[in-house]
């Protein structure tokens, strides 16, 4: 399928915390392309019986949520789980529509988020080395005196991105060369430039430790040479990182400053490579001396009080 330029619809993945979620929409529908854009929301199954009165009450707001050009709502008659519910969902809707946008229930974006993602997509949609935009971005030291307004990293970030149909269906979710992979220093140190977790989070798929979707997707990123495209101002945060968030709690790592502008002009970069000084600054944020700084600054914090 070609890629076209017009909107690219949103998809949206939510299960049962409304809070997070009612942040989310309402963010989103400060959007300049809010009105513009159809949003595809994926209301996941209660996982168990205790879950069922929250994802109700999420399903019973989106019924009556409004401001997008169209709203559908797909209500999964069984728990899907993240993983599965995201695989299927974007497979589903960019095979018809040849490009998506995806979020999950815990992201706020800043009103230029839809501007970005769109833009960029049109952007890069020639040039086959990239495999993803990604809408959230660190804070890092040399972003600060960096030119150029995106930059390339080894690495897509699962927070608010968007990619097109030939990428996504590029990518071996069974990860049918895995043996081969971590048998191979050589191929373990390359995969491991966007991060020293990359290869433990893979590890632990494998041997059923996690059910992760995008430590695959990171994979076929770099089985295949290719690049994510990352902004220098982060159109996205994070907001799931309470007590009730399934995949993560309690950390403070991956905390940025969200764009505050109105611009909907970018100037994208045309680098080939990624920077070497941002790249390795960006391995560093995931790294455990990073967690372990940052830990430390926050029980110290709480020691003070």
Same mark, same amino acid.
């Given at each position: 399928?070609?890629?076209?330029?017009?909107?690219?619809?949103?998809?949206?993945?939510?299960?049962?915390?409304? @809070?997070?979620?009612?942040?989310?929409?309402?963010?989103?529908?400060?959007?300049?392309?809010?009105?513009? $854009?159809?949003?595809?929301? !994926? #209301?996941?199954?209660?996982?168990?019986?205790?879950?069922?009165?929250?994802?109700?009450?999420?399903? $019973?707001?989106?019924?009556?949520?409004?401001?997008?050009?169209?709203?559908?709502?797909? *209500?999964? *008659?069984?728990?899907?789980?993240?993983?599965?519910?995201?695989? *299927?969902?974007?497979?589903?809707?960019?095979?018809?529509? =040849?490009?998506?946008?995806?979020? &999950?229930?815990?992201?706020?974006?800043?009103?230029?988020?839809?501007?970005?993602?769109?833009?960029?997509?049109?952007?890069?949609?020639?040039?086959?080395?990239?495999?993803?935009?990604?809408?959230?971005?660190?804070?890092?030291?040399?972003?600060?005196?960096?030119?150029?307004?995106?930059?390339?990293?080894?690495?897509?970030?699962?927070?608010?991105?968007?990619?097109?149909?030939?990428?996504?269906?590029?990518?071996?979710? @069974?990860?049918?060369?895995?043996?081969?992979?971590?048998?191979?220093?050589? #191929?373990?140190?390359? !995969?491991?430039? =966007?991060?020293? @977790?990359?290869?433990?989070?893979?590890?632990?798929?494998?041997?059923?430790?996690?059910?992760?979707?995008?430590?695959?997707? #990171?994979?076929?990123?770099?089985?295949?040479?290719?690049?994510?495209?990352?902004?220098? #101002?982060?159109?996205?945060?994070?907001?799931?990182? =309470?007590?009730?968030?399934?995949?993560?709690?309690?950390?403070?790592?991956?905390?940025?400053?969200?764009?505050?502008?109105?611009?909907?002009?970018?100037?994208?970069?045309? *680098?080939?490579?990624?920077?070497?000084?941002?790249?390795? &600054?960006?391995?560093?944020?995931?790294?455990?001396?990073?967690?372990?700084?940052?830990?430390?600054?926050? !029980?110290?914090?709480?020691?003070?009080?």
């Amino acid at each position: 399928m070609q890629v076209n330029n017009k909107r690219a619809p949103v998809l949206l993945f939510a299960y049962n915390r409304l @809070d997070h979620l009612k942040s989310t929409t309402q963010k989103l529908l400060l959007n300049k392309l809010a009105d513009q $854009s159809e949003i595809f929301i !994926f #209301s996941d199954a209660p996982r168990q019986n205790k879950d069922e009165v929250k994802v109700q009450e999420v399903r $019973s707001y989106l019924r009556d949520l409004s401001g997008f050009k169209t709203i559908n709502i797909i *209500e999964r *008659e069984e728990n899907y789980g993240l993983a599965k519910n995201i695989i *299927e969902g974007v497979t589903e809707i960019i095979n018809k529509y =040849g490009k998506v946008i995806v979020l &999950e229930d815990d992201l706020i974006t800043s009103t230029n988020f839809l501007c970005y993602m769109n833009s960029a997509l049109d952007y890069y949609k020639d040039r086959k080395d990239i495999f993803a935009i990604s809408g959230y971005s660190p804070n890092l030291k040399s972003l600060i005196c960096y030119e150029n307004e995106t930059y390339l990293t080894y690495r897509p970030s699962s927070w608010g991105w968007a990619t097109w149909l030939d990428q996504w269906e590029s990518i071996d979710w @069974d990860l049918s060369d895995y043996e081969d992979f971590i048998k191979d220093w050589k #191929s373990v140190r390359a !995969f491991n430039r =966007g991060g020293i @977790d990359m290869t433990r989070m893979l590890k632990h798929y494998k041997e059923g430790k996690n059910n992760s979707w995008a430590i695959r997707w #990171s994979y076929a990123m770099y089985k295949q040479g290719k690049y994510a495209v990352f902004a220098k #101002s982060s159109k996205v945060q994070n907001i799931g990182f =309470g007590s009730e968030a399934t995949h993560c709690s309690n950390t403070n790592i991956y905390e940025t400053v969200l764009d505050t502008t109105s611009k909907c002009d970018f100037d994208f970069t045309d *680098e080939i490579l990624p920077n070497s000084k941002i790249a390795k &600054e960006f391995k560093f944020q995931v790294s455990y001396t990073n967690k372990l700084i940052k830990k430390s600054i926050a !029980f110290l914090k709480g020691f003070k009080k």
